[in-house]
């Protein structure tokens, strides 16, 4: 049988929900450009030293943001180098195809920044969420169902706001939730190629050097890749790993003069510096109550729909063969509930909530999804339909709320003052229902955010001419034609459509 074409592979493609997920969430995601803020613009520091500078010295750059690092005099980025190192390529294409401009102007930045974002976070965002349907279907629950638990997360949970945002959060959280569905292949019957397992070491080695705290996640993860896959293949993560790893000592000998010493050595925020291992250490109840449930950093405040990890872990546990994978996950969440709950800054600063948390969001929504394992198989009996339905509306709106408030605050500010205790009251709804939307005044070239200084902060729709909420009409035509395109890849569209889409050619 001939192979297909490149072009027929991509129109065979394009009528899977992965195609119009994929199209959906990157479509949200670019819309909206944030502007700057102190720990997105010592990130791009380190992006605009490295291209225009050739250095890794941040000094010509170093009034643009309050968290640096400063060693022997000079400047450098207080975060792990990771993000900075995927926007990198992107904004070297964009500035030697602009001339190499000496001073670039401060539009041009913003789109040079916008693009970089984008590609830097929002596609292994969008990349990683085809990779929590195919772990959702791996642990037994339907492609439909999946894709609830792909789109929970990369619309109904923080993933969403900082999907347009230079941290290394939610790059961190993506990366390992691919490397984990790889080796959950494996245990269910793929192939443990060398290609494969290169590709999980090096992903488990980035998220390392794009967020620190990663390997809270990244350890548990390789062993259970050593139990999945045996020792043999693993030889190869080892090494796919040892890249980005070593690229990492480079750098911090380079910056920080020593392979094992890292920013926060320099920082000049000295918090970072407690905790036993990766800033774990002791937890605190206050704390711990006010990421889950508090109206200021609340995470089930704001997203209530992923308490249901718990009574989802149990659905999932149930079978056997997910007790693993399930132990995974849940570590996961319990790790970084103890690493933000033991840190001094549990707040995380200014943010749309407890942001420490972000990376372990994709572990917490694969749990969240298994009550669909009770949910979606159909059952017998008038009361037991009944108690199915009430439990999927319940859901759905549970979902609903969740996805509401991440895109008030997406299209407001996600970076939202602490200044603001009850921060979605005061602030994010408030604006919303003003129609102020991008409403961020710093620009990602300048340390300050002047409170009546001109926005900086857009969306695609303000680029095109519009205000207020009308500027969020086309991102809404995108959605739900994405929609209509996700339901026909499900089968899910009235039986008229779906009979002209079997006599189409």
Not at 31 to 52: K, M, P
Not at 140 to 165: D, F, K, S
């Amino acid at each position: 049988m001939p192979s297909l074409t490149l072009g027929a592979r991509l129109r065979r493609w394009s009528t899977t929900p992965a195609a119009a997920m994929v199209a959906l969430l990157l479509g949200c995601y670019a819309y909206f450009y944030q502007a700057g803020g102190w720990n997105q613009n010592s990130r791009f520091n380190l992006v605009r030293s490295t291209v225009e500078d050739g250095s890794l010295r941040t000094d010509r750059f170093a009034q643009n943001t309050g968290d640096d690092a400063v060693r022997d005099g000079h400047h450098y980025c207080d975060k792990a180098p990771g993000a900075s190192w995927l926007c990198t390529p992107t904004y070297a294409a964009v500035y030697y195809a602009s001339g190499a401009p000496e001073r670039p102007g401060r539009r041009w930045l913003a789109w040079a920044a916008w693009l970089s974002i984008v590609i830097a976070v929002s596609v292994p965002t969008v990349i990683a969420a085809v990779f929590l349907a195919r772990l959702a279907r791996a642990l037994g629950i339907g492609e439909r169902a999946a894709i609830v638990v792909a789109l929970g997360w990369g619309l109904a949970t923080m993933g969403l706001p900082y999907a347009t945002l230079l941290y290394g959060n939610q790059i961190a959280g993506a990366l390992l939730l691919i490397a984990f569905t790889l080796l959950v292949e494996i245990r269910r019957g793929a192939v443990a190629t060398p290609g494969r397992m290169l590709a999980v070491g090096a992903l488990i080695g980035f998220a390392g050097a794009t967020e620190y705290p990663a390997a809270l996640i990244g350890f548990p993860i390789a062993v259970y890749g050593l139990w999945a896959a045996r020792l043999r293949p693993c030889v190869w993560a080892v090494l796919g790993g040892a890249v980005p790893l070593a690229a990492l000592a480079w750098y911090h000998a380079a910056a920080f003069g020593s392979p094992g010493t890292f920013p926060y050595q320099f920082s000049v925020w000295k918090e970072p510096h407690t905790g036993w291992f990766m800033g774990v250490g002791k937890p605190h109840g206050f704390a711990l109550r006010e990421i889950l449930i508090g109206e200021f950093r609340g995470l089930l405040y704001t997203t209530p729909w992923l308490a249901l990890a718990v009574p989802g872990a149990v659905a999932l546990v149930r079978s056997r063969a997910n007790r693993a994978e399930v132990a995974v996950c849940a570590w996961a969440v319990l790790m970084f509930l103890w690493l933000n709950s033991s840190i001094p800054p549990w707040h995380g600063g200014w943010g749309a909530g407890p942001r420490y948390l972000v990376p372990m969001l994709p572990f917490a929504a694969m749990l969240a999804g298994g009550v669909l394992v009770w949910i979606t198989p159909p059952v017998t009996g008038a009361g037991r339909r009944l108690a199915r339905v009430v439990a999927a509306v319940a859901l759905a709106g549970l979902l609903a709320y969740s996805a509401a408030n991440m895109f008030a605050a997406t299209a407001v500010k996600p970076e939202i003052d602490t200044r603001y205790k009850r921060p979605y009251a005061q602030f994010v709804w408030r604006n919303f229902y003003d129609g102020k939307l991008a409403v961020s005044t710093q620009t990602i070239d300048m340390r300050g955010n002047p409170p009546n200084g001109p926005r900086q902060a857009w969306n695609l729709g303000m680029k095109a001419g519009l205000d207020g909420h009308a500027a969020l009409l086309p991102l809404v035509g995108w959605l739900l034609a994405c929609t209509a395109w996700l339901l026909w890849a499900l089968g899910l569209m009235p039986l008229s459509l779906r009979r002209a889409r079997h006599r189409a050619p």
